[in-house]
C-alpha cells in the first residue's frame, strides 16, 4: 500500500543565528528563530513523512517545550524518524519538497542537502527532489522575514 504525506513549516529571519537548510550551513547574513535548528526544509520533510505514517506532528514527537531540543540538527530528528519507519517496515518512495526564500538563493547547496537527508533516511538521493522558489517579492517570504518549505512524501508498507 502506499501512502502520501504533505509537510510545511515557516520561520522568520533573525539575527546572529545561522542559516542551516536540509542540513547545510547557508552564508548568509541571517539565520531563522527556533528552538531547534529551525531547519525548515527538514521539517516540513519530517511532518510528510509522519502525516503519511499517520503519525502526531513534529510539535507533538519534538516538543519545543523540550530542553532536549534545544539548538539540536534537524537531521537527528530526521534519524528518530527513519527510526520509526523502519519500525512500521515502511519505506520511502520520494520526497518532492520546496524552499520558499527571496534571498538566498539555494541552488548551489540542494545536492549536498539531498545527500545529507538521504544519508538520515537510509535512502538514495536520487529519491530525494529540493526546490528553491522565490515569491517576486510579495508576501513575508519576498520582504525577508523568513522562509516556508513545503514537502510530498510517497511511501510504501
Do not use: W
Request: with cysteine; net charge negative; glycine share 10%.
Amino acid at each position: 500500500m502506499f501512502k502520501v504525506g504533505i509537510g510545511y513549516d515557516v520561520h522568520r529571519f533573525v539575527e546572529g543565528r545561522k542559516l542551516i537548510l536540509g542540513g547545510v550551513e547557508i552564508p548568509f547574513e541571517k539565520g531563522l528563530l527556533g528552538h531547534s535548528d529551525a531547519d525548515v526544509l527538514v521539517h516540513a520533510i519530517i511532518d510528510a513523512i509522519l502525516g503519511a505514517m499517520g503519525e502526531n506532528d513534529i510539535g507533538r514527537l519534538f516538543p519545543d517545550s523540550s530542553p532536549n531540543y534545544k539548538d539540536i540538527s534537524s537531521l537527528v530528528l530526521l534519524k528518530e524518524v527513519a527510526k520509526l519507519l523502519e519500525e512500521k517496515n515502511m519505506k520511502i518512495v520520494n520526497i518532492d519538497s520546496t524552499v520558499v526564500s527571496q534571498r538566498p538563493k539555494i541552488s548551489p547547496y540542494t545536492n549536498e542537502m539531498k545527500n545529507k537527508i538521504a544519508d538520515c533516511l537510509k535512502i538514495e538521493s536520487t529519491q530525494v527532489n529540493i526546490k528553491g522558489k522565490t515569491t517576486e517579492g510579495l508576501g513575508f517570504e519576498g520582504r525577508e522575514e523568513g522562509i516556508s518549505a513545503y514537502a510530498v512524501v510517497l511511501i510504501c508498507e
